[in-house]
């Protein structure tokens, strides 16, 4: 297939196609039996005859809040709260490097 060109896309239609195609559809739905009835100029299909983009707001009193002061004053405490003392356990000896003046270890030495 040198040189063929392959399309995959769908084909556009043109309007006056369109046009034609549609009524071709309208006239072969009048001969299978069918019939249209007419519906005068600006009836709607909504039979309540209201906005339905129309935004609804109701009148209801607002509703009381409930006050969270306390609670906010019981969690505001709870996160400042002071830290725990250091616990006055007998600390363990520990063993401390002893250098001379130039920084050369000389000894280690037990510290309580």
């Known amino acids: 297939m040198k040189g063929a060109i392959v399309s995959y896309m769908k084909e556009n239609k043109s309007k006056h196609q369109q046009s034609e195609e549609l009524a071709q559809s309208v006239q072969d739905f009048l001969n299978s039996g069918g019939h249209v009835t007419q519906v005068p100029r600006g009836t709607s299909g909504n ?66």
């Open 47 to 112: 039979f309540d005859n209201q906005n339905l983009f129309k935004q609804t707001h109701t009148d209801e009193p607002r509703s009381t809040r409930t006050p969270l002061t306390e609670v906010v004053k019981t969690l505001e405490a709870r996160k400042h709260k002071p830290n725990k003392p250091v616990s006055t356990k007998t600390k363990k000896p520990r063993k401390r490097l002893i250098v001379d003046d130039f920084g050369d270890p000389i000894r280690w030495v037990w510290e309580e």
